[in-house]
């Protein structure tokens, strides 16, 4: 049973009703209340009539409340004064069904929104210069989290991680490299080591050796259109991607194709789609003005409609939209393919070649719908790619931006982790050029360290390897529910201890009360499904918990349309919350015989949404901590 039959019920009943009273095509909403003490559901469709048919709501309410045949589901429906129908749930009825459907039944928590639809989401996409900072987490984490809802959904999903291997940061680094003696064999991780030491001072280098700026144009070129110095940075470049992915693994994000920029450009694809723009009438040549000489995009605004600059390069977007057609499947697949590497659950990474050879592969684009993952900063360029996507063909097909705010860092947070900084602030905006920046293994470090002290304390006989495991575990869901808990469109502020808190809103929290659901099922000795039990849970805690368990297809319905994971979040948070007022005052093992039984019908019900619910989250599930 789901809280979403529960609404078709109610509204079947409502049209029923309707019917008989000889009403029909009325549009109405089948709500859960915001206030308690009026049901477990409510409706406005008397309202919607009030207006249609010049009657007062109440009197409407009355009217269709009188023709409704009682569901089992529900013990009482009932008029509201103001005009609302409130539906008062049969919790022996809706218990039963519950227990059976969670218990017994196969695919509880899988929907099929998608219908078998295909989506391609992009995310991750960090330059291969350097490791990833906690900001690059949360476009990570985020990503991820879409992807495993969406596959909840029932869409056939791809999911992309964008190379950059052309830009101005992957030029920087070899610069360092090529003209400024730094050595590609060292002891530290690679990536660690290009972004902390080798960019920083190839950036500083630039202010006191202009020249330098020329080599890095030159760089740049070659990157773009193949040579030697094309070659040394593919080795380099290569090695950061892999210790980026490790990272990525780390946070328990996999992908099914990494996309190579220098792949996009050399396949002619830009070519291909500005020729559609101009045929299409969508672009034109600027004679005069500020964009003299410039090819611009029709109905762009700002700067970001210029396509061509001057002196005929391309802009940045001017790359993204290629890309983004082929996503869609709005040009031919020209590609070549291979495995790149085998992931932590033995899925293959699949990377791009520039040219198609045959060979069997899966098929990553042609989705009905493209997702790319990336901070607000991008919304003007990204919807520079929209607009030029949809002129060249891109009807039926959407192309969708999913921004989400930056992350800072505590002033608690920063100091420490020893970070130097010159201004006394209560939160700090991260700079890889500063060097004012947290890498995300880092953090998992920290957060792993603290977590396997904190479990020494409660497990002193186990031995490393468990504390280990433990430990990784508990810096995962900290890292991951605190990069998801907040709405995309708000500045994240991490504070390493907050998101380490067993209490509260945290990743810990949740493994912890998992972790404790799991220890009665084991000490009960397990336990066996029967029917009949639900009408022995009639404390108030236990009817809570019953509805609020029946809701989570609900909550991940309303994440998945909104493509919102914290709704996701806020209700596991409230789950995990009601459990331990269901724990503190209705004892599980101490009872006696059905009332034991039933509640720990109950318990395996929490045990198994929860764990699935972790598992769309990427929070690692833990029997013990």
Not at 549 to 578: C, Q
Not at 594 to 604: D, G, K
Request: aromatic share 10%; charged share 30%.
């Amino acid at each position: 049973m789901s809280y979403l039959e529960l609404k078709e019920r109610a509204k079947s009943a409502i049209l029923k009703a309707l019917e008989k009273i000889g009403i029909k095509d009325v549009k109405f909403d089948v709500l859960e209340p915001t206030v308690e003490g009026i049901g477990e559901v409510t409706t406005n469709v008397a309202f919607t009539l009030s207006k249609k048919l010049k009657r007062p709501p109440i009197e409407m309410a009355k009217e269709i409340v009188g023709n409704m045949e009682i569901d089992p589901w529900f013990k009482k429906i009932e008029a509201h004064p103001k005009g609302y129908i409130n539906f008062w749930l049969s919790y022996l009825e809706y218990g039963e069904a519950l227990f059976e459907r969670v218990l017994i039944r196969e695919n509880y928590g899988k929907l099929d929104v998608g219908r078998g639809r295909k989506v391609v989401i992009e995310h991750t996409s960090v330059n291969p210069n350097k490791a990833l900072h906690i900001g690059h987490a949360r476009n990570v984490v985020i990503g991820d989290t879409i992807g495993r809802l969406m596959k909840r959904a029932g869409y056939n999903v791809s999911i992309l991680n964008y190379i950059d291997d052309t830009g101005t940061q992957v030029a920087d680094v070899l610069v360092g490299f090529l003209y400024l003696g730094f050595k590609k064999d060292v002891e530290r991780k690679f990536d660690q080591y290009c972004g902390d030491v080798v960019y920083i001072e190839v950036n500083k280098r630039f202010e006191e050796d202009p020249s330098l700026i020329e080599k890095r144009r030159e760089i740049i070129k070659q990157l773009e259109v193949g040579g030697p110095i094309a070659e040394v940075a593919r080795e380099i470049i290569d090695r950061i991607v892999r210790e980026q992915l490790k990272t990525c693994w780390r946070l328990g994000a996999e992908y099914d194709l990494l996309n190579w920029e220098s792949h996009i450009l050399r396949s002619g694809y830009w070519n291909e789609v500005f020729s559609m723009l101009k045929k299409r009438d969508l672009v034109e040549f600027v004679k005069d003005g500020k964009y003299k000489g410039c090819w611009v995009l029709k109905g762009g605004e700002g700067d970001e409609k210029v396509l061509v600059r001057s002196d005929g390069t391309t802009v940045y977007a001017a790359k993204d939209i290629p890309y983004a057609a082929w996503k869609l499947g709005i040009i031919e697949d020209r590609f070549g393919y291979e495995v790149f590497a085998i992931q932590p659950s033995g899925k293959e990474l699949w990377t791009t070649k520039p040219r198609r050879d045959g060979k069997d592969h899966p098929i990553f684009n042609n989705g009905d719908i493209a997702i790319t993952v990336i901070d607000v900063r991008q919304s003007r360029v990204q919807n520079f790619v929209k607009l030029a996507v949809k002129g060249i063909g891109g009807e039926g097909k959407e192309y969708m931006h999913l921004g989400y705010e930056v992350v800072a860092l505590s002033k608690d947070t920063v100091k420490e982790l020893g970070m130097l900084v010159k201004e006394d602030k209560e939160f700090y905006h991260m700079s890889g050029r500063k060097g004012v920046y947290v890498n995300v293994d880092d953090i998992l470090d920290e957060l792993k360290k603290r977590a396997i002290e904190e479990s020494k304390t409660r497990n002193p006989e186990e031995d490393e390897e468990w504390l280990n495991d433990v430990g990784e575990k508990i810096a995962v869901g900290a890292l991951r529910y605190a990069l998801l808990k907040q709405d995309l469109d708000k500045i994240i502020v991490f504070d390493i201890k907050e998101a380490m808190k067993l209490e509260g809103d945290t990743g810990p929290y949740l493994q912890y009360s998992l972790a404790r659901a799991i220890r009665i099922l084991e000490k009960a000795g397990g336990w066996e499904f029967e029917r009949g039990l639900a009408k022995y849970l009639d404390e108030e805690e236990e009817r809570k918990l019953v509805l609020l368990l029946s809701k989570y297809e609900n909550a991940m319905l309303e994440a998945i349309v909104n493509f919102s994971p914290k709704r996701l979040v806020k209700y596991v948070r409230e789950l995990a919350v009601a459990f331990n007022s269901f724990y503190e005052k209705c004892p599980v093992l101490q009872e006696e015989d059905v009332i034991r039984r039933a509640r720990l019908a109950l318990v395996a019900t929490y045990v198994k949404i929860l764990s699935d619910a972790l598992q769309v989250l990427g929070i690692p599930i833990l029997e013990r901590l």
